[in-house]
């Protein structure tokens, strides 16, 4: 059954205004028409001359033709950062490395409009989040780690620490640039020379990146960027000159990629899904509440590993909080990315947009009642309203899969015990959020839950110093923080003098 909150729940049709639009400008953009692979400090063709497009998810209207890396360009790229590790990285010292990470982060400041544009065209983000929340964060996480470069014998005391070499990195594309930068500053900093490939949909702010890596003259072949699908990423788990591999994304292609580490005995970082369990004790901040429960799954659309897609809400607070949860989604403008008024952008991708149909659709044939607003989507491009699930149960898909879109699942509970039990009841364990008042409850809960983040009376906090990373299914090793640097070094017991 579908309900849609009536049209004058909205404050802001009752006073009959409305937002004027107010659209970022794209004037500083120069999209070239093709791109090719950036390998050895150049932009080089693909040797099989296969390309891409790359579109606005928005409008579907392609931005760029973008080169595809064959297994060839990838022996290229290793073979770039191998000769980059031996001839310069590897031999200069930590304070040197810094200097160039400090630099890419002050570039990637001084760009940064340019930057979140295209960051918002590409991927259908709003513009306020790319602006405020991935350019920040990803200048954030370079000046981070250059800060650690010259110090990592203080983070590992009584070790010699040691890079791997050659780090091959796969990202995904709800956070393109900021998981570019999440992933190349660690392991620079740690002394490793790398090879990453973007996702097919998103490449652009890499290779944007790519342009600000020549302009701080980073050695040629420090960073390569390789563009292509999911077999130009196969190619570079699969390369035998690759000393250690990171990736995040989905969990199926994370087992496929541990399959073929655990056989060379690869040293591996897998960031992984998540269903992240959201929990509202009755004694909440209701209006804080709320705002977090929104930004914990409608931010990016809810694209994000660890949004709060799971609401678990105090059965004697659940009707009044859905209530009013539902009159805040029906505030929420879904439109133009960069518009800055735009709370919720377009899907990522067309392949997104029908994974998330068909859960909703598999939600409702197993009996959830579904909550969507009376907004009206763009006719063009791929979208999806802020949705909320009701009545849903534990063994239902939507309850158990990661649905990676803007759609929130609800269940209740009665005591802390049921709400920990349902929390825990799922294969992944990325995050989690509490609310309540009482600090008790907060430390009883967040000991028993089974998620490598737990946020308390607040949600999607991040910050390059706090080790980020899973339990289960939602994969190994930390990023963010000094253990973020562990996984980019090998590390052995000092000898005592
Ligand atoms: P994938 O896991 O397929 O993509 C992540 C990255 O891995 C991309 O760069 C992709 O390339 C690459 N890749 C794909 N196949 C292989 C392979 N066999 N070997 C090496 N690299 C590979 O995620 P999808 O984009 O297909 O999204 C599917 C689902 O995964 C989503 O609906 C969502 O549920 C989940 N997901 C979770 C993410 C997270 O952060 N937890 C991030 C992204 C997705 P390419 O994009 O070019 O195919």
Request: glycine content about 8%; overall charge negative; hydrophobic content about 40%.
């Amino acid at each position: 059954m579908e309900t849609s909150a009536s049209k004058d729940s909205s404050a802001i049709e009752d006073f009959g205004i409305d937002y004027a639009p107010a659209i970022e400008s794209t004037s500083l953009l120069n999209i070239k028409e093709k791109y090719g692979l950036f390998i050895d400090g150049d932009f080089l063709d693909s040797s099989s001359s296969n390309s891409f497009k790359t579109l606005d998810p928005s409008t579907e209207k392609p931005l760029s033709e973008i080169s595809e890396a064959s297994s060839a360009d990838i022996d290229k790229a290793v073979k770039a950062a191998r000769n980059a590790y031996e001839k310069y990285w590897m031999t200069m010292s930590g304070a040197v490395r810094a200097r160039y990470l400090f630099r890419i982060a002050r570039h990637l400041q001084e760009r940064s409009r340019e930057f979140a544009v295209l960051e918002t065209l590409d991927g259908g983000k709003p513009i306020k989040e790319s602006r405020d929340v991935d350019l920040p964060l990803a200048a954030a996480h370079f000046f981070y780690h250059a800060g650690w470069a010259d110090k990592l014998d203080y983070a590992f005391p009584q070790r010699k620490v040691e890079p791997h070499g050659v780090v091959g990195q796969i990202i995904p594309w709800n956070f393109p640039l900021l998981m570019a930068s999440w992933k190349l500053a660690p392991a620079l900093a740690c002394g490793n020379t790398v090879v990453l490939k973007p996702a097919e949909t998103t490449p652009l702010t890499a290779l944007l990146l790519a342009e600000v890596i020549k302009d701080v003259d980073l050695p040629p072949g420090v960073i390569n960027i390789v563009t292509g699908a999911g077999e130009t990423g196969s190619a570079l788990v699969e390369h035998p000159d690759v000393d250690k591999l990171a990736f995040t994304g989905s969990t199926e292609v994370g087992k496929l990629i541990q399959r073929s580490a655990v056989k060379r005995n690869l040293p591996l970082t897998l960031e992984l899904g998540g269903k992240a369990p959201h929990v509202i004790f009755e004694d909440a901040a209701l209006d804080q509440a709320i705002e977090g429960v929104i930004n914990g799954i409608f931010f990016n659309q809810g694209h994000v590993c660890c949004a709060g897609s799971r609401l678990l809400v105090q059965e004697s607070i659940a009707d009044h909080f859905i209530d009013r949860l539902q009159k805040r989604i029906e505030l929420l403008r879904v439109g133009n990315p960069l518009d800055k008024n735009t709370d919720i952008g377009a899907i990522n991708s067309k392949a997104q947009l029908e994974r998330i149909d068909q859960l909703v659709k598999a939600g409702v044939e197993e009996g959830a009642e579904v909550y969507k607003p009376s907004c009206s989507l763009p006719e063009k491009g791929y979208w999806y309203p802020p949705t909320v699930l009701t009545g849903v149960q534990q063994s239902h898909r939507v309850a158990r899969e990661e649905i990676f879109g803007p759609v929130l699942v609800v269940q209740t509970f009665r005591t802390p015990e049921e709400a920990l039990e349902k929390a825990n009841n799922t294969p992944y364990g990325l995050s989690a959020g509490i609310w309540t008042e009482k600090g008790s409850l907060i430390h009883w809960m967040a000991a028993r839950m089974r998620a490598g983040v737990i946020w308390a009376n607040t949600f999607n906090k991040f910050d390059p110093t706090s080790p980020f990373g899973g339990y289960k299914e939602s994969g190994f090793g930390r990023e963010g923080g000094m253990h973020g640097l562990a996984p980019y070094l090998k590390t052995k017991r000092k000898r005592s003098q």
